[in-house]
């Protein structure tokens, strides 16, 4: 089938295979734009002009896993932080007044946090529910089977763990000495809890088209309310660290190629690869959330890119909400976001 042709299918929700997934992930030039230009309406028609903004909250760098391609991985010397409860409370409630839909509470695997069930950490959520009163995404990393129900009953509307790629091969060069398995779970556990669920893959590893193709099936079929695409940046200090950095155009048409086959999924347009610069791209291509947007000046990191675009204040609220203006698009009011969150948590999707 020609590009325009699996467009038009997937159009009609007929069921599309990994060949025509791989033919649309490929497709250059005109085609391209065409996949895009498809997915962008589709997204309009699913969303209007509402464009969802969450807030990072990098919390704590400190991380007991070793994964190859994170600058935050434990044998990094780096100068870590981890943020107190007060201040977190703090930076939640700042973000919330600045016009956030929700806070993305992430963190290294910090044994601090994780300790006793991921005590500290739920503690932590909880109190942001309590004192701020907005969405909270959990972003721990793993965590065991029996700290699901608790963080959710702490407040977690969303738990966000990404799998990064569906070869378990890849998997096991990137993520050395976890379980790809357990990885896998920590979507169905957070679901079963009553958690809205991320998954994700990165783009620019060395996975094929193919695997990139695969990935997208599995992450849709396994029914996430949220997925996302995010190009590799090669991180100083880590054994991928020669690793040529790619351009966004695969992370753009894996975007596009979402939105076209999971037309209701929430799909991120992260800040974090390429900072202010890339977001119009992202959004062009069919994202509907505005993720990594950091508040400047409070020592806070973003994970891909610690740095870029977050003390001049172009990761900031006001800064990206200037930019959505520009784009005769408009942020989501918090009403409209809780709303679409309980809609979607009341109909929960068992994978298949
Ligand atoms: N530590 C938790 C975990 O690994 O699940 C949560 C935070 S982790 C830093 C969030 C995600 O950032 C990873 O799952 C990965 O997809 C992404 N990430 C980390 N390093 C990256 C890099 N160098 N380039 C692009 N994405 C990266
Ligand atoms: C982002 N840096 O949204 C964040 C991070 C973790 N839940 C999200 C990868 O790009
Ligand atoms: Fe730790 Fe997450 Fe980085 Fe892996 S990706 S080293 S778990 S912070």
Redesign the pocket.
Known sequence: MSVEDIIGSALLKERIGIDDVVALLSAKGAEAEAVKEAARNTRDRMFGDRTFVYGFVYFS?Y?????A??????TNSLRRYRKSADEIVALSGSLKDAGINLVDLT???DPVMCADGHRTMRDVVRRVKEEVDIAVMASP?AMDETSFKPMSEAGADWFACYQETYNRDLFSKL?LEQDFDRRLSQKTWAREAGMLTEDGMMVGLGETVRDRADSILRMGALGCEQIRAMTFVPQEGTPMSGTSASTSDDELMSIAVMRLLFPDRLIPASLDVEGIAGLRTRLDAGANVITSIVPPKMNLAG?AQHELDIDNGHRSVHHVLEMLDAMGKRAATCGEYNESVSKMKSKVRIGD
């Open positions: 760098t991380c007991r896993n070793d994964c391609f994170c600058y935050y991985r434990k963190m290294g695997e990393g993520r994970v």
